[in-house]
């Protein structure tokens, strides 16, 4: 099993422009979660899919942010336009129905410059 | 407000001493609760978890936590540490709200053993 697969791995942007994170799941999880790594607020959720149909995306900063799952095996986290304050990393998780237990992907380090 | 709290942002440990990582948690119902691994540049990994059941619960790497319900506590703890136990340690646990759940992580734990 190839776990968690987030593109791309870094990521550096100027202030403004648009950038598009990727997630593809492991096969047969249906849940999926966005979550946020920074050393000032910790781990956040962001947002997070049951069946490709968002649950709570209570912890999506602003309007800025927006995330997609089109299909069962890929997400999309979109940040436009891209502030130097988005400057993070963000990582993906997936998890079956009936277990606890996430699996996270190895993360996108965004630097916005 | 449903939380949960890791009090240490550090622990230092000499190798071959017993650890132990503090978590506390605040939720209603009954708690789920997590602790999971990260290693420098990589995502979180999954350590051991909290249910139902027996208190203390085992997990990868030769780590166990106990629950405490009295205390509201979660601690990680192993007998004997070893340096490539050196990584940020993160105890988390399940919230329902409005009929939804999600889960929230402390703030982490950085865990430093000593050769």
């Known amino acids: 099993d190839a776990g968690v697969i987030q593109s791309p791995r870094h990521e550096v942007t100027e202030m403004g422009q648009e950038v598009t994170l990727r997630c593809k799941p492991i096969?047969?999880?249906?849940?999926l979660f966005w979550y946020r790594q920074t050393m000032m607020r910790g781990l956040e959720l962001l947002i997070y899919?049951?069946?490709?149909?968002?649950?709570?995306d209570s912890g999506m900063p602003e309007d800025r942010f927006s995330a997609k799952m089109p299909n069962a095996s890929f997400s999309t986290l979109k940040i436009q336009p891209s502030e130097p304050r988005d400057s993070a990393v963000y990582f993906c998780?997936?998890?079956?129905?009936?277990?606890?237990?996430?699996?996270f992907g190895p993360g996108t380090r965004l630097l916005v410059l | 407000a449903q939380s949960v709290a890791q009090p240490e942002d550090q622990v230092n440990v000499a190798e071959g001493n017993p650890l132990t990582v503090k978590c506390t948690y605040s939720?209603?119902?009954?708690?789920?609760l997590f602790w999971y691994v990260q290693y420098p540049n990589r995502g979180l990994q999954f350590l051991l978890k909290?249910?139902?059941?027996?208190?203390l619960v085992k997990g990868s790497y030769g780590f166990e936590a106990e629950f405490n319900k009295s205390q509201t506590s979660f601690h990680l703890k192993k007998p004997s540490a070893l340096v490539s136990d050196s990584a940020l340690y993160f105890c988390?646990?399940?919230?329902?709200?409005?009929?939804?759940?999600?889960?929230?992580f402390g703030t982490g734990t950085r865990l430093k053993v000593l050769a």
């Open positions: 998780a997936s998890r079956t129905g009936n277990q606890e237990t996430q699996y």
């Open positions: 096969s047969g999880h249906n849940s």
């Open positions: 899919f049951n069946n490709n149909v968002p649950i709570d």
């Open positions: 939720v209603s119902g009954n708690p789920y």
């Open positions: 909290y249910i139902t059941g027996d208190n």
């Open positions: 988390a646990v399940r919230v329902t709200t409005s009929g939804t759940y999600k889960y929230i």
